[in-house]
């Protein structure tokens, strides 16, 4: 849904009334148990196509977004049913035709080389409870192995469909679900789903097309140990490919501060018979930790017949998506080593820093060869602790990547953020 200008002024109240509406016959927990809150992002972007072949050098655009979030409690009685929505405007404060792209704004339907000055989307999600089990329909975020929202940018995207999870069993969590559509990060539609195929996946669809507007997921997660804890999900798009997601996460602890942490992921992901999808995808991650200090090791490997699959528009379980590649193309394998320091570990709370670097190699190229890649990420983030704008928070995200088969990139992009509770 695309929102005129005169429809900013009422999405707020429109939205309460949603909620607020159903409240006459239900009973005082519906009320007493709601929260809200609204976040404001203001979110600049510049990426520096760094001289390719490309006629645009750069993307760059600044954008002010607000995400509303309103959850209603539960009705009273064997099984409780409420309401939630979710109310997400993006407005642009600064773009031109030979800077669009970024991902934070949508483009002009009559004009793809133009940002719109305003773009959104409303939805609602009834709930019901019974129990321990919870049931969802409407507009969704999950965030599961197998499919995830994206919120990289000024706006997250989100799913429509039904998610039924249970946490009946103590250390348990059950999923399983379907979703009929996806809203872009950078639209106001809902659209059929189809795999990211970008890069090299090598991925190739069959005469009944890319998209679908089915996806199944189910599975489920289990803390073994306070220690241990490891997870199986399915998640499939109808014709198209399916996937089986295993993980595994080890906490080991060694005592004044430290531990040492081992997380293994495996995802097998076949076709459905309306593409040649057709992957295995290994990754394990090595964290040791001191203090304020982080120390990550990575490695991960992909094989098979074409790349890492995935709902294009979301994001995924690899332990090498960082903030331009996945490094999930065919046959690459990619090592990866990461530094974070907590500040508060000097007495500055709130005060982090991150910086990684993944080399990849060994993409299949066909008759041009071996592809190879590497990506350098560095953030700085800062969440005031006190005062009156307590939980602003600020961050630089700095990006560079180099190629021999993709475009060579520079990034920045600054985020100040702040969540306003309403209730």
């Not at 709601?34 to 750069?58: C, H, I, P, W």
């Not at 064997?78 to 642009?92: E, H, N, Q, T």
């Not at 250390?171 to 539609?189: H, M, V």
């Not at 060869?369 to 700095?398: C, F, M, P, S």
Request: charged share 20%.
């Amino acid at each position: 849904m695309q929102l005129k200008p005169s429809s900013r002024t009422f999405l707020l109240s429109g939205l309460a009334m949603a909620i607020l509406g159903t409240a006459n016959t239900a009973s005082a927990a519906f009320i007493e148990d709601s929260k809200a809150s609204v976040e404001l992002r203001n979110f600049y972007m510049n990426r520096d196509f760094r001289g390719s072949e490309s006629t645009q050098a750069k993307a760059e655009e600044w954008a002010q977004g607000f995400i509303l979030k309103m959850e209603s409690g539960y009705t009273e009685g064997p099984v409780g049913f409420g309401l939630d929505a979710l109310g997400l405007l993006g407005v642009k404060l600064d773009s031109s035709p030979e800077r669009t792209g970024t991902g934070i704004l949508q483009r002009d339907r009559n004009a793809p080389n133009r940002a719109q000055d305003d773009y959104g989307s409303a939805g609602l999600t009834a709930k019901a409870k019974l129990s321990a089990t919870t049931l969802h329909v409407g507009t969704l975020q999950p965030v599961l192995p197998v499919i995830m929202r994206n919120d990289s940018r000024l706006l997250p995207n989100t799913y429509r469909g039904a998610w039924l999870q249970s946490k009946e069993i103590d250390g348990l969590t059950l999923d399983a679900g379907k979703l009929t559509d996806i809203s872009y990060r950078d639209s106001s539609d809902s659209e059929d789903m189809t795999v990211f195929n970008g890069g090299k996946r090598n991925i190739t669809f069959g005469s009944g097309g890319s998209t679908s507007d089915e996806f199944l997921f189910a599975g489920g997660r289990y803390q073994f140990a306070p220690e241990l804890s490891g997870s199986y999900y399915y998640g499939g798009l109808d014709g198209i490919y399916k996937q089986h997601n295993l993980n595994l996460v080890h906490v080991l602890p060694l005592g004044d501060g430290q531990s040492f942490k081992t997380d293994l992921r495996y995802v097998r992901s076949t076709d459905d018979g309306g593409s040649n999808v057709d992957n295995n995808a290994f990754g394990a991650l090595f964290t040791y930790r001191l203090g304020g200090h982080g120390f990550t090791a990575g490695y991960q490997k992909m094989s098979g017949d074409t790349g890492f699959a995935y709902i294009s528009g979301g994001d995924n379980a690899l332990i090498n998506l960082l903030q331009i590649n996945d490094f999930g193309n065919q046959d690459e394998k990619s090592w990866q080593v990461r530094y974070d320091y907590d500040f508060a570990a000097m007495g500055i709370p709130g005060l982090s820093l991150m910086t990684r670097y993944v080399s990849g190699d060994n993409v299949d190229l066909g008759a041009a060869g071996e592809g190879k890649t590497w990506e350098r990420n560095t953030d700085i983030a800062y969440v005031i602790q006190n005062g009156a704008l307590k939980g602003l928070g600020v961050k630089l995200r700095n990006a560079t990547t180099r190629s021999n088969f993709q475009s060579d990139l520079d990034e920045n992009r600054l985020i100040i953020s702040y969540s306003l509770a309403l209730w």
